[in-house]
């Protein structure tokens, strides 16, 4: 799926040239505008599908070829209103210049992208709804790690086709408005030879990374045949989170797997944490939130469980797999990413992004506090009494996307109408 997402996303940048070239300056706007919204439109079906998967790739090459179809129409526009005979000629000579703009154009946003990393809404609002890679395990790495591999190489790639495109523009004859021989091999067809090596190289890796994949899914103790549900609770007592230490890391111990089911497990949490703690109410367990991948089966969901007597956790038998502790939040806030395994780092960017987020803004963005550079706080025992859905996205949306975000009605249009962000 790598692959095929990569190849589309390529595909669609490398035949813009030849198709431009084919029907000459009449088609390129158009051309480039169908497949800007033809990419988003696939984009927003794979967010919308059982078996999402990563869409990156097309969804950068959607924005680069809107961007160059507005900018074809505005050369459009100007070469018929204009009495200057520069927009002419650009005009003229568009079909052969495309892939100079489209490279520049592909290397500087994917770079852009690939800084921002998991930042961008895009990215964002995926890992909310599928779960970090530390959650969905060796694939979740996959998709990680391809990730951070292919961004590079399209920098790479586009950056060294625009500066062949771009030094061929400059020591070249191609001021006349039929371009033959080297400059038309260049600006026309070079993107396709670059497509096609790179796809044969990028199928034999990810044929390499498949075997990898199957041989070590054979090699590993597959429970309930591979289609599992992570349980985890964070174990609360009054300000206070109970971690133990394992392998240098400090995560919950309380967790336990079952077979994969779409409901949330909340009964079966609140037997596990009974025969754990002695007996404990089911309004002590709440549901914090939950991940899962349809496609594999798999899931992972998030709780709070609260008690009141601290030590009673000495008598819990996974706390006795390791060396426990409780901790405050000054705890947590200094130690956070330096102690903790990656998963827990996750679940407490969430509870606090949440909490804060949640004393910041109400549910439709707008501020909740009027006054300029007020930033909450929060204290751990305002979790059990807390009212606010942990489980809805929307929150942690909210934290980047709020009423405080320039030009946020035009960003709210373009997400929710072309992308199909909710």
Excluded at 352 to 378: C, E, H, R
Aim: glycine share 4%.
């Amino acid at each position: 799926m790598i692959w095929r997402n990569y190849a589309i996303g390529a595909s669609a940048i490398s035949l813009v040239p030849i198709v431009s070239y084919a029907f000459q300056n009449k088609v390129v706007p158009f051309l480039a505008l169908v497949l800007s919204l033809a990419l988003f439109a696939f984009v927003r079906h794979n967010r919308r599908s059982r078996s999402e998967t990563c869409v990156l790739i097309p969804y950068i090459v959607a924005r680069v070829l809107l961007v160059y179809a507005f900018a074809s129409y505005f050369v459009a526009i100007m070469a018929k209103y204009s009495t200057e005979t520069f927009w002419g000629d650009a005009l003229e000579r568009l079909p052969y210049f495309t892939i100079m703009f489209l490279s520049a154009l592909t290397a500087v946003l994917t770079t852009f992208v690939y800084k921002r990393h998991f930042r961008n809404v895009f990215c964002m609002d995926c890992l909310l709804r599928n779960g970090t890679p530390y959650e969905r395990e060796l694939l979740g790495h996959i998709y990680f790690k391809e990730n951070r591999f292919l961004l590079p190489r399209i920098i790479k790639i586009t950056s060294l086709l625009a500066l062949i495109t771009w030094t061929c523009y400059f020591i070249c004859d191609v001021e006349s408005d039929e371009i033959s021989g080297w400059p038309l091999f260049v600006f026309v067809f070079s993107p396709l030879v670059f497509l096609v090596f790179d796809l044969v190289a990028l199928r034999l890796r990810y044929w390499a990374i498949g075997v990898f994949y199957r041989k070590k899914l054979a090699q590993e103790d597959r429970e309930h045949g591979g289609h599992s549900k992570l349980v985890r609770i964070l174990l609360i007592c009054g300000d206070r989170l109970y971690l133990t230490e394992k392998d240098g890391k400090y995560d919950t111990p309380f967790q336990f797997t079952e077979p994969f089911s779409e409901a949330i497990s909340l009964g079966n949490t609140v037997q596990y944490m009974s025969r754990e703690m002695g007996y404990v109410q089911s309004d002590f367990v709440r549901f914090c939130y939950g991940s899962m991948d349809l496609k594999n089966r798999r899931s992972v969901e998030h709780y709070f469980c609260f008690i009141d007597d601290c030590s009673s956790v000495d008598n819990a038998k996974s706390a006795s797999d390791g060396i426990g502790r409780w901790w405050t939040k000054p705890e947590l806030e200094g130690r956070f990413q330096k102690s903790f395994s990656k998963i827990l780092c996750a679940e407490l960017h969430r509870v606090y992004t949440v909490m804060l987020t949640s004393k910041l803004y109400n549910a439709d963005g707008s501020k909740i506090v009027q006054a300029k550079g007020y930033i909450p706080d929060f204290q751990i025992n305002e979790i059990r009494t807390s009212t606010v859905d942990f489980s809805n996205n929307r929150w942690m949306i909210l934290s980047k996307f709020n009423k405080d975000l320039s030009f946020r009605l035009l960003k709210k249009v373009w997400y929710q109408y072309i992308e199909g962000l909710k």
